[in-house]
């Protein structure tokens, strides 16, 4: 039978958990961020002519991007990742589903 993972990793500290925990957050927001800039933005834009739409998504996208890129430099000082984490989580932000893919990842790594 199988049996649930723990939600916190046993082998960090307090410290590298939250700074875990906000890398987890601000990817979920990124990505969900492009996803809606994708596939609602950018259809409404070049189907229906509102561009409005990209605009306010995609300027709040821009500023979820850099939020995450910073969260990223900051938990990879904190916390002892591997070394495809760095570049894995930039090329993940620029992939849809991408941050997703790569937290699910860094933390089976990080279980371990």
Sequence with gaps: MLQAQPSTLPTLTKGQNSALKNLTIMGYLEGTSFLLLLGIAMPLKYMMGIPEAVKYIGMAH???????????????????????????????????????????????????
């Design 62 to 112: 821009g500023a979820l991007f850099i939020a995450y890129i910073l969260i990223l430099l900051i938990a990879t000082s904190k916390i002892k990742m591997p070394l495809w984490a760095m570049p894995a989580g930039v090329l993940g932000s620029f992939l849809p589903f991408g941050p997703f893919i790569f937290d699910h990842l860094l933390k089976k790594r990080l279980r371990e």
